[in-house]
């Protein structure tokens, strides 16, 4: 599960800047703009780290600071500082704030900052958790008993998995359980999103760079496969990457070695590669674009998770395995499914696979009064989902509003496919994330 970040400071737009940087990194991420905001939400959002303002209207950062570590001690808080408040920031340190960082700031101190706290609080985690939660997969299906099986097979090789399947299958649950299977699993398990991140980044993301590698490396990095040094590195949605990343992958596979950007050393990694595709690899290879050497290194051992409305028999299992985990987390007593909500939930499309399966099920707990849910309780939208988008799903007459109200459906859609990740839904629809962050705000769709 990504770290949550609650970033507080008055001023709208650094708030929008830190918001997109750490969602960027792949954290969830929340900006108020006041301590009394930040008092409120907290339990609400649950915050792992918080990046808080020292100047603040009303009640200000060090009181805030004081408050938050008393809602929870174990918060990591990161005071910001503009000119003149460098020396509250320092003090804050004693009142328990874990770092403080001068603004202006660059995105790397920010998230390097970020990462140390994340660190130390997963070493003194680790150090009281005694074995490593494996989060199962469910299911019945044929399918699914031939994927345990094979997991159990390959899961204590070193051999190179790729996972193929829709969005939503289930293909990072499957990479976790294979490295947590394996005996690389007390190692970090280090998962990067070839799809998003700009092409320009991707080598110092993968690799690392020297301090002054290029403009805007102000110190050395490392890269991803340094950190997995001894575990596993998920390489998600590979087919995305560029045929020239491509090939500087190839040769890492070869020579088991990394070079940072801009370094002439050779770094040995012992990096165990899962790699997964929402698309058929073979078909890009095919249209010239994915190497057919690397599709082979990759593929040793192949795993194909087939679309949801393939295997519906895991349907029950799923819904209910969701089910009893949102009324747990939400504190709700346990609820059941009635027998006909379960046999439409089977008939349904389910484009976004489990993951909306899930999605759904936590709407529909959070939003039903009832202890046994029914049929009126199912979202219209997944019914009509199942009969295809035809016009007379849209009751407005005007084109407008007929336009909106199709693009609004269009964007929770793709919203759901992609977990809420805002910035892979608008990868995944072909507009700048500024456009689509708007477009959210129109339609008043919440994260
Ligand atoms: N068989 C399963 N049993 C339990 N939970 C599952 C199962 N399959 C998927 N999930 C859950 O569904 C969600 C989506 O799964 P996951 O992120 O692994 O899919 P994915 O194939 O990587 O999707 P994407 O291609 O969109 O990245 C996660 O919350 C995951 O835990
Ligand atoms: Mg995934």
């Known amino acids: 599960m990504s770290a949550r970040i609650l970033i507080v400071d008055d001023e709208p737009s650094i708030c929008e800047i830190l918001t997109d940087i750490v969602q960027d990194e792949g954290y969830t991420a929340q900006a108020v703009q006041s301590g009394e905001a930040a008092l409120e939400i907290f339990h609400q959002f649950r915050p792992d780290v918080i990046l808080l303002d020292v100047w603040l209207g009303g009640i200000d950062g060090i009181t805030t600071l004081k408050k938050l570590k008393q809602l929870n001690p174990a918060v990591g808080v990161i005071m910001m500082s503009g000119h003149g408040t460098i020396n509250t920031a320092v003090k804050a ?43 199962p997969i469910i299911g019945s299906s044929a399918a ?9 097979r390959v899961a204590p090789s070193n051999g190179r998995v790729l996972i193929q399947g829709e969005n939503g299958t289930g293909k990072e649950l499957i990479a976790r359980q294979i490295h947590l299977r394996s005996k690389r699993a007390e190692h970090p398990f280090i998962a990067i999103n070839c799809a998003a991140i700009p092409e320009e980044l991707i080598e110092s993301e993968l690799f690392g760079h020297e301090k002054g590698a290029f403009t805007g490396a102000h110190q050395l ?24 990343m491509q090939a500087k992958l190839l ?26 595709s929402n698309k058929r690899l073979m078909d890009l ?24 409305r393939q295997r519906t028999s895991d349907i029950p299992l799923l819904a209910e395995h969701f089910l009893a985990q949102v009324c747990a987390e939400e504190g709700i007593a346990p609820r059941t499914m009635s027998a006909d909500a379960m046999a439409l939930l089977m008939s349904a499309a389910w484009p976004g696979n489990v993951r909306q399966l899930k999605n759904v099920i936590e709407r529909m707990t959070i939003m039903s009064p009832n202890v046994v849910i029914g049929v009126a309780d199912i979202p219209t939208d997944l019914l009509q989902a199942e009969s295809g988008s035809t016009l007379s799903n849209t009751d407005e007459v005007d084109l407008r509003r007929a336009r909106e109200q199709f693009e609004k459906r269009f964007i929770e859609e793709k919203l759901v496919q ?30």
Do not use: W
Not at 100 to 129: G, Y
Not at 144 to 152: E, G, M, S, W
């Open 144 to 152: 699914i008993r031939q994927l345990d099986d094979t997991i159990a």
């Open 93 to 135: 340190t004693r009142d328990g704030a874990y770092d403080f960082i001068e603004k202006p700031f660059t995105m790397e101190k920010i998230l390097l900052v970020i990462r140390n706290f994340l660190d130390i609080a997963q070493v003194s985690r680790s150090l009281v958790k005694p074995a490593i939660v494996c989060p």
């Open 221 to 244: 990095k490392t890269g991803k496969f340094e950190h997995a040094h001894g575990g596993t590195l998920f390489l998600d949605e590979v087919g995305d990457m560029s045929l020239n």
């Open 418 to 447: 992609c977990d809420q990740n805002i910035t892979r839904a608008a990868e995944l629809m072909g507009i700048d994330r500024v456009h689509l962050h708007k477009k959210l705000k129109l339609y008043g769709i919440r994260k």
């Open 285 to 308: 290879v095919e249209q010239g674009d994915f190497r057919q050497d690397l599709f082979y290194r990759l593929s040793v051992i192949p795993i194909d998770v087939p679309p949801l």
């Open 251 to 276: 040769r890492v596979l070869e020579e088991r070695a990394i070079t940072r950007v801009g370094a002439l050393a050779v770094i040995p990694v012992d990096v165990r590669i899962i790699a997964a």
